[in-house]
Nanobody, 114 residues
């Protein structure tokens, strides 16, 4: 069983930055494609960006250019760097394997407000 844990969210001011982290037990994340998902209030959850086993990345058309996915294999962690935050980035962010659909973690809440 794979357990995903997201962290790093919080309250940020417009223009600020946050780095979200995704860790897992039961899986070595760099052996799989991993994605970050965004669920904004009242909206469907959507895949923003994927990082593949070879390190290549794919950003959805809707993904802000201000977001960057990366990973640290030693820490078994996938990151989402979010810069120049805007109020519309307010959402719960989840990570998951876009092919295997592991059990969802609790996500990490990001609120952008002045």
């Amino acid at each position: 069983q794979v357990n995903l844990v997201e962290s790093g969210g919080g309250l940020a001011q417009p223009g600020g930055s946050l780095r979200l982290s995704c860790t897992a037990s039961g899986a070595i994340l760099h052996n799989y494609a991993m994605g970050w998902y965004q669920q904004a209030p009242g909206k469907q959850c959507k895949l923003l960006v994927t990082i593949y086993t070879d390190g290549t990345t794919n950003y959805a058309d809707s993904a802000p250019g201000r977001f960057t996915i990366s990973r640290d294999t030693a820490k078994n962690t996938v990151y989402l760097q979010m810069n120049n935050l805007e109020p519309e980035d307010t959402a719960v962010y989840y990570c998951n394997n876009p092919h295997l659909w592991w059990s969802w973690g609790r996500g990490t809440q990001v609120a952008v407000s002045s």
